[in-house]
């Protein structure tokens, strides 16, 4: 593997700017394919061992990019500086204390008709929680009508409640605020069949998981006060509801009868859960920088350019020599097609009306992370985020004629995206793999959830795209093979962050935020107050927002 010494990229990202630049109006800014050339390099080096989060490589990169938004000229955007520091989990299981419920007088190993994965919470020392048991329905606040809870397992139907949008129902909020000790799911065979696999749950329950925790410790910023949760079926189920008013199989019928679910019940059979988590904790920070917008009455109005910093880091295990991923298109790119967007807007000499968050993220390649965690905590004071455009692993190794934005028929970016890209006489294109759900995968989507329109760019199918893409996704994508050896186009990173800027430029500039479409899924799930903007005649209306089920992972998992 290709090693470019760092002294020599942070010299070419320090060089003057005419020497590099590409012709450009007079006023307008140039773009450098050399700028973007030289952060690559200096990101996917081997001395920075493939930016895992919480390594020293990481904080390498992190600097970096910091020193480049100080020279840059903008402001501090973190809660510490630059930095918005974020404390991440790894968790597992002890393979060598293996979890279990106990039902009555019977112990169930996880596995065959029992679940339980690790917490972020309780880590290196064994829960042992006995509490008698109440079935709760669908775990609704009416469910919870007439009960005591206090200090008991509430056991929960997994599916969502007729009248209920996907995702809208916090149970283990609901039975925390009813004092509840825990949460069991009762699995059905309906769920086995779509949203819990069990197979694929008990392989994702062995593996290790990683989660941000807020600052007083709480994965995902949540702490229902459930101490622990677990999964139940088969025999399992049929034992917890031994002696109940109504069996398990005749729950099971009962979901399936529209009026026939009966009222919440107390179980007859005391139930034991028994875990053993293993935890460390990490250190990792998002890179912020703030451009201060210059209109008094738009300024506290924030547009996000995020991109990932991090990437998968060494495994001393991989096959051959190469230890490291790199991550020079996933995500250097994307980082160095941000700079660049960014230092076109200092060589503006036009500051945007609004005021734009340049974000360099963390953590992304362990579950959007970072960018979860500044959705939930963001760093605008009493400003708001009005759109993320988010860069992530533009395919840079051809003259790409188009780009697709992720999410561009769900709100009004789509014709800003559009307008931006055919001032270059680039088209852009609707997602050519839809079934990929890419537009839930990746960390704009952390602020969709936030409510705000998001799109996520990327370099198009035309001109031989398509190959490029879909050889990068089969040869190099996630391995040691994504580094400097790949033929890069770096024209084509000057070109996508040109596009990028223009962009930023237009959403900062214009009298109105963008807004979701009226009726769009994600518009109402997730803004359901905000403003909608009318859709274009003769759009085609965007497929709906998913169910909240997840096929990888179960979902929801207990939170404790």
Same mark, same amino acid.
């Given at each position: 593997m290709r090693r470019?010494?760092?002294?020599? +990229?942070?010299?070419l990202c320090l060089a003057p700017v005419a020497a590099l630049a590409q012709s450009a109006a007079p006023g307008e800014p140039v773009f450098s394919p050399n700028e973007v050339r030289a952060t690559v390099e200096f990101l996917a080096d081997d001395l920075l061992g493939g930016r895992d989060n919480g390594t020293e490589g990481f904080e390498i990169a992190a600097r970096y990019v910091s020193s480049r938004f100080d020279a840059m000229g903008f402001k501090p955007g973190g809660s510490q500086g630059w930095y918005q520091p974020v404390n991440i989990a790894e968790y597992l299981l002890d393979a060598a204390k293996p979890p279990s419920v106990t039902i009555g007088t019977r112990k169930y190993p996880a596995g065959a008709d029992v679940l339980l994965g690790p917490s972020p919470v309780y880590g290196d020392t064994t829960q042992t929680l006995s509490a008698d048991a109440v079935f709760v329905g669908y775990g609704r606040d009416e469910d919870y009508a007439g009960l005591d809870v206090t200090g008991k397992f509430v056991v929960t139907l997994l599916a969502t409640p007729p009248n209920t949008l996907p995702g809208k129902l916090d149970r283990a909020a609901v039975a925390g605020k009813h004092g509840a000790l825990g949460m069991l799911y009762l !699995?059905?065979? +309906?769920?086995l069949k779509g949203a819990f696999p069990w197979a694929q749950a008990v392989n994702y329950f062995q593996m290790p998981q990683t989660n941000w925790l807020s600052p007083d410790g709480f994965p995902k910023g949540e702490n229902p006060g459930l101490k622990i949760g677990a999964y139940v079926k088969g025999g399992a189920a049929d034992a917890l509801f031994k002696g109940a008013p109504m069996s398990a199989a005749q729950l099971y019928t009962a979901t399936t009868t529209p009026g026939s679910m009966p009222g919440s019940?107390?179980?007859k059979q005391k139930v034991t859960l028994e875990r053993t988590s293993i935890v460390t904790l990490k250190k990792s920070e998002n890179v912020i920088?703030?451009?201060?917008?210059?209109?008094?009455?738009?300024?506290?109005?924030?547009?996000?350019?995020? +991109?990932h910093l991090d990437h998968l880091g060494t495994d001393p295990g991989a096959d051959g020599e190469d230890k490291i991923f790199n991550g020079a298109m996933d995500n250097a790119a994307g980082v160095a097609s941000m700079l660049e967007a960014a230092r076109a807007f200092t060589q503006s000499g036009k500051r945007p009306r609004r005021s734009i968050l340049f974000v360099a993220l963390t953590?992304?390649?362990?579950?959007? !992370?970072?960018?979860?965690?500044?959705?939930?905590?963001?760093?605008?004071?009493?400003?708001?985020?009005? +759109?993320?455009v988010n860069l992530d692993m533009p395919i840079l190794l051809y003259d790409f004629q188009d780009v697709v934005a992720f999410g561009a028929e769900h709100s009004t970016l789509g014709p800003i995206v559009a307008r931006a890209a055919a001032k270059m006489g680039v088209t852009l294109s609707p997602d050519p793999m839809p079934e990929e759900q890419l537009f839930l995968r990746s960390d704009h989507y952390s602020f969709v959830k936030a409510g705000v329109p998001s799109v996520f760019l990327v370099t198009g199918f035309k001109n031989g795209g398509e190959k490029a893409f879909r050889d990068f996704l089969a040869t190099n994508y996630h391995k040691v093979s994504d580094d400097l050896k790949q033929p890069f186009d770096w024209q084509a990173g000057a070109k996508f962050a040109k596009i990028n800027y223009l962009i930023a430029r237009e959403i900062a500039d214009a009298d109105q935020e963008p807004r979701w479409y009226e009726g769009n899924s994600f518009g109402l799930r997730f803004a359901k107050d905000a403003p909608k903007a009318p859709r274009p005649a003769g759009a085609p209306a965007p497929a709906p927002a998913p169910a909240l089920t997840i096929k990888v992972a179960p979902a929801p998992a207990p939170k404790q």
């Open positions: 470019t010494p760092l002294l020599l +990229a942070l010299s !699995i059905t065979p +309906a769920d019940f107390a179980l920088g703030v451009l201060p917008g210059s209109d008094p009455k738009l300024a506290n109005e924030y547009v996000v350019l995020s +991109a953590a992304e390649e362990d579950g959007l !992370i970072g960018s979860e965690f500044l959705a939930r905590y963001p760093v605008t004071g009493s400003g708001k985020v009005v +759109a993320d």
